[in-house]
């Protein structure tokens, strides 16, 4: 399947859903700040981005921009994921068709359903 890349400094949460996307048949990497995950995107060039919002270093959304100056976004999707209240982190994330905003904690039926509606 595919090589998704978990951004996130919550240790908890990337082993949550690395278990989950693994079970699915993806292959996972990740990062802990948004920093790493500018850089390490453009190494392993995964098909999907799982990225928290609020990291140290950079925040996922300007992890996102950098990508974007890049060239990989807008073909790489991400899916953001937030403990922000919702209405507010919709206002920083990028409104395009290839993004997703799921509040934490993540209901694993609903990434299950946004990866496959990216990947397909």
Known sequence: MALIMIADDDD????VLTDFL????HRVVSVGDGMAASIKAQDWKPAL???DIVMP?????????SL?????????????????????ARK??????????????????KL???VKELLA
């Open 22 to 25: 693994e079970s699915r048949g």
């Open 92 to 109: 920083v994330v990028p409104d395009n068709p290839r993004t997703r905003l799921l509040g934490k904690p993540v209901d694993l039926g």
């Open 49 to 51: 981005i799982v990225s």
């Open 57 to 65: 270093g950079a925040y996922g959304t300007s992890a996102y921009k």
């Open 12 to 15: 908890a949460i990337v082993s």
């Open 112 to 114: 299950d359903a946004a």
């Open 68 to 88: 974007e100056n890049a060239g990989i976004v807008p073909k790489t999707p991400v899916i953001f994921i937030t403990s922000v209240e919702l209405e507010k």
